[in-house]
């Protein structure tokens, strides 16, 4: 037997568009609509944390980026911007904003004289460390009302679903 369930905000389209398009299957817009409405929920979330640090989700992204790499915090523009999904132009606007914050510094690039480095200052290593430290406390806050078997099985079936759509499935 079904465990009955209260219907959800997705639900109730549904059903909306049963009764006006009944030869229409639209169980695809379920899943996709629960995906993007989870998506924008969560968004809010975690950019409420990043707001206590007075940065935005983009600014997070990047100094998240450098500091994941590793010591000494450093990465090219280009790693930078194909590991974040932008272009390079809004990788420029970017890291204009974050120098003149102070949070990041170019440095040569010892390696190819036309180029530079992007790289954390000292102030931008301290603010990412504070912040990726509240914000992992916040995914886990997010995920907490799931047990750890639901956690697996949202982790698998978002794992194939990207690799589908990446297409490499």
């Excluded at 007075?54 to 590991?83: N, Q």
Aim: charged residues 30%; contains cysteine; hydrophobic residues 35%.
């Amino acid at each position: 037997m079904t465990e009955k369930r209260p219907p959800d905000a997705v639900d109730k389209i549904l059903q909306q568009w049963n009764v006006e398009r009944p030869d229409l299957d639209v169980t695809p817009m379920g899943s996709i609509g629960r995906l993007k409405r989870c998506a924008a929920l969560m968004q809010r979330r975690l950019d409420a944390t990043f707001s206590q640090f007075d940065m935005t989700g983009w600014e997070f992204d990047v100094l998240a980026t450098l500091r994941r790499s590793g010591k000494p915090y450093c990465l090219a523009p280009t790693a930078l911007f194909s590991t974040l999904m932008i272009t390079s132009g809004a990788m420029t606007h970017r890291l204009q904003r974050l120098e003149a914050s102070g949070l990041i510094e170019r440095t040569a690039n010892k390696e190819d004289a036309r180029s530079k480095l992007v790289q954390l200052t000292p102030k931008g290593l301290e603010l990412i460390d504070r912040a990726v430290d509240a914000h992992v406390q916040n995914e886990h806050n997010i995920l907490q009302p799931l047990n750890p078997e639901e956690r697996q099985q949202l982790d698998e079936c978002m794992r194939r679903l990207l690799r589908l759509l990446e297409g490499e499935g």
